[in-house]
């Protein structure tokens, strides 16, 4: 693959059923929340008053991503191979600029509260000068501008070059998902016990593509009505559905 001009383009010609993209998420993020908190090593320990605040916000607010952000945030911290690695991964992603919403002003103090119940205050101070306000920003465009949704489990899942690829209402690429159960604390027992998380993507053509042509997802499940699809395109991605070759 290629990119070029924000599009995923193939180099030769690529037949039925072939893989292009195959790779584990960077960060992947139930519609069960707080389970991701809780299988976190580090916040599980967080004050529950503090990481409530910030889930009744987002919650209240509509927004995920500073949840997702945290996340995030903690995982980099124990990446296998780096904190520096874990970063450069996710800036080589474009990202969107944010509007100023009073929200993520306040999610963002509520994640430096987050993080100063678990360390000593002088490795909070070192750590949030990492985490400024302007790595907030620049995370929430990230997450904004590349998640992708992952039907089976309901999963936010932000991938590399899997993040990477344009909509299309005829994909000629489609999605396989790799799962795995998640562990549930006791505490939690409004949730599924047997509930799946994501755990990494396939990107395989369902077609022969030829060299050059655009490699495209759809970013909507296919049983979704064509209202439901069009409302989800435009609010969620600004996309126009039906200036193109609609077949969903």
């Given at each position: 693959?290629?990119?070029?001009?924000?599009?995923r383009?193939?180099?030769?010609?690529?037949?039925?059923?072939?893989?292009?993209?195959?790779?584990?998420?960077?960060?992947?993020?139930?519609r069960?929340?707080?389970?991701?908190?809780?299988?976190d090593?580090?916040?599980?320990?967080?004050?529950?008053?503090?990481?409530?605040?910030?889930?009744?916000?987002?919650?209240?607010?509509?927004?995920?991503?500073?949840?997702?952000?945290?996340?995030m945030?903690?995982?980099?911290?124990?990446?296998?191979?780096g904190?520096?690695?874990y970063w450069?991964?996710?800036?080589?992603l474009?990202?969107?600029?944010?509007?100023?919403h009073?929200t993520?002003?306040?999610?963002?103090?509520?994640?430096?509260?987050?993080?100063?119940?678990?360390l000593?205050s002088?490795?909070?101070?070192s750590?949030?000068?990492?985490?400024?306000?302007?790595?907030?920003?620049?995370?929430?465009?990230?997450l904004?501008?590349?998640?992708v949704?992952?039907?089976s489990?309901?999963?936010?899942?932000?991938?590399?070059?899997?993040?990477?690829?344009?909509?299309?209402?005829?994909?000629?690429?489609?999605i396989e998902?790799?799962?795995?159960?998640?562990?549930?604390?006791q505490?939690?027992?409004?949730?599924?016990a047997?509930?799946?998380?994501?755990?990494?993507a396939?990107?395989?053509?369902?077609?022969?593509?030829?060299?050059?042509?655009?490699?495209?997802i759809?970013?909507?499940?296919?049983?979704?009505?064509?209202?439901?699809?069009?409302?989800?395109?435009?609010?969620?991605y600004?996309?126009?559905?039906?200036?193109?070759?609609?077949?969903?």
């Open positions: 693959l290629t990119p070029h001009r924000c599009r383009r193939a180099v030769a010609d690529i037949g039925t059923g072939e893989a292009v993209v195959d790779q584990k998420p960077i960060v992947a993020v139930s069960y929340v707080y389970t991701d908190l809780d299988a090593p580090l916040l599980c320990n967080a004050d529950q008053d503090a990481v409530s605040a910030l889930l009744d916000l987002c919650q209240n607010s509509g927004l995920k991503h500073p949840v997702i952000a945290l996340l945030a903690s995982q980099a911290l124990t990446h296998d191979k904190f520096n690695d450069e991964r996710v800036y080589r474009k990202y969107a600029k944010m509007p100023e009073p993520y002003f306040s999610s963002y103090d509520h994640i430096r509260a987050i993080f100063a119940s678990v000593p002088d490795q909070v101070d750590l949030m000068f990492q985490y400024s306000q302007s790595w907030f920003w620049r995370v929430l465009g990230t904004n501008f590349n998640l949704s992952c039907a489990t309901g999963c936010s899942v932000l991938l590399e070059s899997g993040s990477m690829f344009n909509h299309s209402c005829n994909p000629n690429v489609s998902w790799a799962t795995k159960e998640r562990e549930i604390s505490k939690r027992t409004n949730v599924p047997d509930f799946q998380v994501a755990a990494g396939r990107f395989v053509t369902n077609r022969d593509i030829a060299s050059r042509e655009e490699l495209c759809s970013y909507v499940h296919p049983d979704m009505t064509m209202e439901d699809r069009k409302h989800q395109l435009m609010y969620g600004g996309i126009k559905c039906g200036e193109c070759d609609c077949i969903l």
